[in-house]
């Protein structure tokens, strides 16, 4: 399985443009990139996948370089509700594949 | 609303009790998962079930037994609970698309504390 590293915590402002960098060095061929959003005493919550270059939809964007070893999470204009821990993981597109969590990035918007 | 609904939300258990914490899922999906969270901590995978009739151990299974009645129920059960067992437990379920998208959907969590 893909390790991956994220920032333990990180700061902003409501408003700003937030982006949190995970690093996976040993992302493996088949491996997708998912980004996960927990907020307190809740299950985490799919916010987007991508596998290479960009993806967006309506909450974020996903950026991969070409070598894939490293993908960014962008979220436009945060607002305190995106308060939450973030999680970064890599895995295989095969359903039943076990995921590893990391320790996740814990984002804090102040007013 | 469809997704994974786990039960009970809260538990407080003795040391050397036992228990099982119920997990259903109504979207059809192949796979699912239990983990647990302690605080300020990640989540750690403890079993999964790949398809209705198979599990495998996760990061952490000692401990704990799991049980893949069907394909919408997967069950957790602590044989003797002990302090360590304190955690948030979550269940999940996923299922890959023919786009290769194979995100997991989680229940809302069992707050389970051993004294």
């Known amino acids: 399985l893909a390790k991956t590293t994220q920032p333990i915590s990180m700061d902003s402002y409501e408003g700003q443009e937030v982006n949190i960098t995970c690093s996976h060095n040993n992302i493996a061929t088949n491996d997708y990139i998912t980004w996960y959003q927990q907020f307190p005493s809740q299950g985490p919550r799919f916010i987007i996948q991508?596998?290479?270059t960009k993806v967006t939809n309506e909450v974020a964007s996903l950026f991969i370089p070409a070598d894939r070893k490293s993908s960014t999470l962008s979220l436009p204009r945060v607002s305190l509700s995106d308060t939450a821990v973030y999680y970064c993981l890599v895995g295989d597109s095969n359903a039943g594949n076990m995921l590893t969590f990391g320790g996740g990035t814990r984002l804090m918007v102040k007013p | 609303n469809a997704g994974v609904t786990q039960t009970p939300k809260f538990q407080v258990l003795k040391t050397g009790q036992s228990m099982t914490l119920q997990c259903a899922q109504d979207m059809n999906h192949n796979s699912m998962y239990w983990y647990r969270q302690d605080p300020g901590m990640g989540l750690r995978l403890i079993y999964y079930?790949?398809?209705?009739?198979?599990?495998d151990k996760g990061e952490v299974p000692n401990g704990y037994n799991v049980s893949r009645l069907n394909k919408r129920e997967f069950s957790l059960r602590l044989e003797s609970a002990a302090p360590s067992q304190t955690s948030v437990y979550f269940c999940a379920s996923s299922e890959a698309t023919t786009e290769g998208y194979y995100g997991y959907t989680f229940g809302s969590g069992t707050r389970l504390t051993v004294v």
């Open positions: 079930s790949a398809s209705e009739g198979t599990t």
């Open positions: 991508g596998y290479k």
